[in-house]
């Protein structure tokens, strides 16, 4: 079955160190989303990218740093920057035709800083 | 800039009762709007959506909403409520492709207990 794969399913860092969430999807769907969920403050959007080689900066992308080398993959460093790292990560894709318009999302990633 | 409101971050209800989850929206073009259901530690699973076809739209597990134009409103109702249905729900809008980039804004949610 087609679908979003986050990995791994919970992360642990140490202060100072980058992390990096990985997300990949077979749907080949062409965007692409990484949010952030807080308790009580529902899901941020983070960084997206619509097409490889391109991404763009979300409503908090201080901290983070992303790529799209291939369709499929479009993994999210957690890094140094990032002061309160500790978060649950989702990641989405977006499918679009001229009829069809939905959103897919991985299982997540749990993000503690030890 | 779009923007979700869910009015109630807790509701509780009596097992067979009523559910209703309200969420407003403001968008400056006609939107998508989602309700999401998420248990604890998992990803976001679909209930419904509306994307400008019938404005009653039915969901999974008995869920349905309405689209109201003129109350920018899309809240969320089940008729008798179930065991199974304690989780949070998430509101969703979007206002599709093109230069908003499918960008998915989310409302802060709110947590549905079902009690015995």
């Known amino acids: 079955d087609g679908g979003i794969t986050q990995s791994p399913k919970y992360l642990f860092r140490k202060e100072g160190q980058n992390v990096t969430l990985s997300c990949e999807q077979n749907?080949?769907?062409?965007?692409m989303y990484w949010y952030r969920q807080d308790p009580g403050q529902g899901l941020r959007l983070i960084y997206y990218?619509?097409?490889?080689?391109?991404?763009q900066k979300g409503d908090i992308a201080e901290g983070y740093s992303v790529s799209r080398e291939k369709k499929e993959s479009f993994p999210l460093t957690v890094t140094s920057a990032q002061k309160n790292p500790t978060a649950f990560y989702l990641c989405a894709s977006l499918f679009m035709d001229g009829v069809n318009y939905g959103y897919t999302f991985g299982s997540g990633t749990r993000l503690t800083v030890v | 800039a779009q923007s979700v409101t869910q009015l109630g971050s807790h509701v509780s209800v009596s097992e067979g009762a009523l559910v209703l989850l309200r969420c407003n929206y403001s968008s400056s073009v006609p939107p998508y709007l989602f309700w999401y259901v998420q248990y604890p530690n998992q990803g976001l699973q679909l209930l419904l959506k509306y994307t400008s076809a019938a404005t009653l739209v039915k969901g999974i597990n008995g869920f349905e909403a309405e689209f109201k134009k003129s109350e920018t409103s899309f809240h969320l109702t089940k008729p008798s409520a179930h065991m199974s249905d304690a989780a949070e729900y998430f509101c969703?809008?979007?206002?599709?492709?093109?230069?908003?980039?499918?960008?998915?804004?989310f409302g802060q949610g709110t947590i549905l207990t079902v009690h015995p």
């Open positions: 990218s619509q097409i490889v080689n391109d991404f």
């Open positions: 749907l080949n769907h062409d965007a």
């Open positions: 969703a809008v979007s206002k599709g492709g093109g230069t908003s980039y499918g960008k998915l804004t």
